[in-house]
């Protein structure tokens, strides 16, 4: 998968991460990226097209499927993360609305398009999606729906797509603002996530403090059971019969 030529859609491309990688897909000669936000921005390369797209709105979901009639590669990593409260009911759904349902109706209705380019989704999401932290409860439960939930998106009906989860550690972003901690900068995440994308690698550790459990969790237990599960996808089903 290489980034030349293709059409992109990135959610959250305002800030963050996300605006990084619209620069990095840009230096690496994207064919057209579109931008989804909530508000309206601008930007000074004409290959890119602002998209209002808030990922808890099913009308403007919809009205950007209108508006893009092909598509290469989707990365997901539009999201909220307030403080988490687990006696507070309506902040957990706040949550579950945003990164994990939101997350859910871009990737389903995109797929089609995806598929029919043999394309890409990048599900952006943290460490905590691994193991749970006691700040981060609620993002484990999100990080590791979004990314079973994509994988099985794609082996559904013997369909196509590659599916890479990017399991980032501290990023200098306005969510980490507050941590004394040492953070990475949003523009060597974005490289290493295209990096690792354009290697076709399924998990991606796209900093210093992700990247050193890399080769622990690849060849861990839990993946391993991954892969076994995923024998039992229809496709695979099929040809085992």
């Not at 897909?25 to 508000?39: C, M, P, S």
């Not at 000074?44 to 990922?55: A, F, G, K, N």
């Not at 990096?195 to 050193?212: H, K, N, V, W």
Request: net charge negative; proline share 4%.
């Amino acid at each position: 998968m290489n980034i030349e030529s293709k059409t992109i859609l990135i959610t959250g491309a305002n800030r963050g991460v996300d605006r990084a990688l619209v620069e990095e897909t840009l230096n690496r000669g994207a064919k057209r990226v579109y931008g989804g936000t909530r508000q309206p921005f601008k930007h000074s390369d004409q290959r890119v097209t602002p998209v209002i797209l808030d990922v808890t709105n099913a009308e403007q979901i919809q009205k950007a499927i209108e508006s893009i009639a092909i598509l290469d590669i989707l990365v997901n990593n539009a999201g909220i993360d307030p403080h988490d409260d687990l006696s507070d009911r309506a902040g957990i759904e706040r949550h579950l609305a945003v990164n994990l349902f939101g997350t859910h109706g871009v990737t389903q209705a995109f797929l089609p398009l995806l598929v029919r380019s043999q394309g890409a989704i990048v599900n952006v999401l943290s460490l905590a999606a691994l193991a749970s932290t006691v700040q981060s409860g609620i993002r484990d439960l999100e990080g590791g729906c979004v990314l079973n939930d994509a994988i099985a998106a794609c082996s559904l009906g013997g369909t196509w797509c590659e599916v890479h989860a990017v399991f980032a550690g501290s990023v200098d972003t306005d969510m980490t603002r507050s941590l004394d901690i040492p953070k990475a900068s949003p523009e060597y995440v974005a490289r290493a996530i295209l990096d690792g994308m354009e290697r076709r690698e399924e998990d991606i550790f796209p900093d210093p403090m992700s990247a050193g459990i890399a080769a622990g969790w690849r060849s861990s237990v839990s993946k391993m059971l991954e892969r076994q599960f995923s024998d039992y996808a229809p496709e695979n089903m099929a040809k085992r019969a």
